[in-house]
Structure formats: C-alpha cells, structure tokens
T-cell receptor
Framework: GAVVSQHPSRVICKSGTSVKIECRSL??????MFWYRQFPKQSLMLMAT?????????EQGVEKDKFLINHASLTLSTLTVTSAHPEDSSFYIC????????????FGDGTRLSIL | AQKVTQAQTEISVVEKEDVTLDCVYE???????LFWYKQPPSGELVFLIR??????QNEISGRYSWNFQKSTSSFNFTITASQVVDSAVYFC??????????????FGTGTRLLVSP
C-alpha cells in the first residue's frame, strides 16, 4: 500500500521550455502533497506544500510563478517548471500524505530534469 | 527552528560488518516525529521508520535497529551484518507531530553508505 507514482522519470529539454511533472497517489487519497528538489549529492529541500483544492504554500526563496503547482484532486498533483533554464536542472521528488489517520509521507520515484 | 545533522558524509564498510549512522536533531517542539529514509542509486526514497518523540523504546526490524536518545537528541540507525544491497544514501528527517495537514519534513544532509563485497 501507499504507492506514489511520479511521471516522467527523466526529462531532457531545451532552455525556455515548460515542463510538467505529475505525482499520483495510486492506492490512497492524498490530502497533502509535497514537492522537493534535490541537487546532486545534497539533501532534499522542500519547495512547496499543497492541500487538495487549495493554493500551494511555497517555501521562502521558491518562485511561485516559476514553479506552478496544481493539486486538483485527491490523487494528483502537478509541478510545472515554466520557461526552464539550465539552473533549473535538478532531481524533483514529490511525496503524498493521506488525510486519514496519522500517516507518514510516501515518496514518488523522482524526476530527473535536465535543461540544455 | 528545526535542524537535522548527519555528520557522517560517507561510510565505507565491507560486507557483514555492522555500521551505525548518526543523526542529531534540534527542535523546540515538545512533540515531533523522527524518520529514516533510504535513497538507493535509482533515486526513489524508501521509508524505513517513523518514531514519535514520546516513544523512546529502541526498535529492531530484521537487520535494522534504531536507538532514540531524547537526552542527547539523537536517533541513530544501525545495520547489522551489512550487505551490498544496503549501499545507498540514508536520510534522517524530523517533522512536527501533526495529525492533519502540513507535516513539513526537515532532512539531514544524508550519509552515503558503501558496502563492498
């Protein structure tokens, strides 16, 4: 149980392109979803938190117009990196948490984004 | 503010050795959760354990064991008889203890474990 699917697993695209990453909870309803960014050999840094049907809450220093987050249903959240540039290249990983009971976060497999 | 410190950047052991990964945390919360996650080379994060701050009992799960010492703000992780498949980056994390809504995880910088045959 508690499976989180993230798609795509890898994206390579040109500078200026917008890239959408999907995060789905497959066997539970995710009231809250989280988006993290991880640079090579570094820790995970929380970018934003979203509750279903609400606007995302962004961490300090994260541009909300650059990283658009939509949590339209209890099983799907999307992160869109708008007008991506090489400095946006990173490993993006989502997690989801059920609103039922006191459940831990479960993570997707991550998306490796490379902007040329 | 919450902070998690994993002082060991990288540890190398030979298969069958025991290894302990250190984790020290800081928080002003009286109730909180502590976690360990494993990140193999493929990148996904695998949940290993969550411990409530009220529960200081040590836990054992197969070759894994965890030592929670509230007095020293530490939550160390020991792998007994390590195997090559244990090679990964291990993250310790901390969150406030909320039942609903946001439960922000603060991660340590991770410890890379290399187990050689």
């Amino acid at each position: 149980g508690a499976v989180v699917s993230q798609h795509p697993s890898r994206v390579i695209c040109k500078s200026g392109t917008s890239v959408k990453i999907e995060c789905r909870s497959l066997d539970f309803q995710a009231t809250t979803m989280f988006w993290y960014r991880q640079f090579p050999k570094q820790s995970l840094m929380l970018m934003a938190t979203s509750n279903e049907g609400s606007k995302a809450t962004y961490e300090q220093g994260v541009e909300k117009d650059k990283f658009l987050i939509n949590h339209a249903s209890l099983t799907l959240s999307t992160l869109t990196v708008t007008s991506a540039h090489p400095e946006d290249s990173s490993f993006y990983i989502c997690s989801a948490r059920s609103g039922v009971g006191n459940q831990p976060q479960h993570f997707g497999d991550g998306t490796r984004l490379s902007i040329l | 503010a919450q902070k998690v410190t994993q002082a060991q950047t990288e540890i190398s052991v030979v298969e069958k050795e025991d290894v302990t990964l250190d984790c020290v945390y800081e928080t002003r919360d009286t109730t909180y959760y502590l976690f360990w996650y494993k990140q193999p080379p493929s990148g996904e994060l695998v949940f290993l354990i969550r411990r409530n701050s009220f529960d200081e009992q040590n836990e054992i799960s197969g070759r894994y064991s965890w030592n929670f010492q509230k007095s020293t703000s530490s939550f160390n992780f020991t792998i007994t008889a390590s195997q090559v498949v244990d090679s990964a980056v291990y993250f310790c994390a901390l969150s406030e203890a909320r039942n609903t809504g946001f439960q922000k995880l603060v991660f340590g910088t991770g410890t890379r474990l290399l187990v050689s045959p």
